[in-house]
Nanobody, 118 residues
Framework: VQLQASGGGSVQIGESLRLSCRAS????????MAWYRQASGKQRELVAR???????TYADSVKGRFTVSRDNLRNTVSLQMNSLKLEDTAVYYC?????????????WGQGTQVTVSS
């Protein structure tokens, strides 16, 4: 199982970034995917989740600014982040959830740093 995240970087308040996570080694089509983040000194938190048929949910703090999407042909899940705020600064992790016909346990990508500055 591999989850390769990319797209992080340093931006200013109000700018945008797009994170991507390419998955391999499991049946992506049947797997719910998610993005988490962990800011320095804080617990990891769920940012956005997308199920295998494209239904999505978001943390209240990112609703209306972030959009999660998936491409089942390319085994990729993305997170479009707009109107970035200082408090969005964190390491972002791609997550693949266990499912009856997919993974037997949670799997995590290596994380990608997002830094928002004024």
């Amino acid at each position: 199982v591999q989850l390769q995240a990319s797209g992080g970087g340093s931006v200013q308040i109000g700018e945008s970034l797009r994170l991507s996570c390419r998955a391999s080694g499991f049946d992506f089509r049947v797997t719910n995917m998610a993005w988490y983040r962990q800011a320095s000194g804080k617990q990891r938190e769920l940012v956005a989740r997308i199920n295998n048929v494209g239904g999505s949910t978001y943390a209240d703090s990112v609703k209306g600014r972030f959009t999660v999407s998936r491409d089942n042909l390319r085994n990729t899940v993305s997170l479009q982040m707009n109107s970035l705020k200082l408090e969005d600064t964190a390491v972002y992790y791609c997550n693949a959830e266990p499912s009856p016909f997919g993974l037997s346990q949670n799997s995590w990508g290596q994380g990608t740093q997002v830094t928002v500055s004024s």
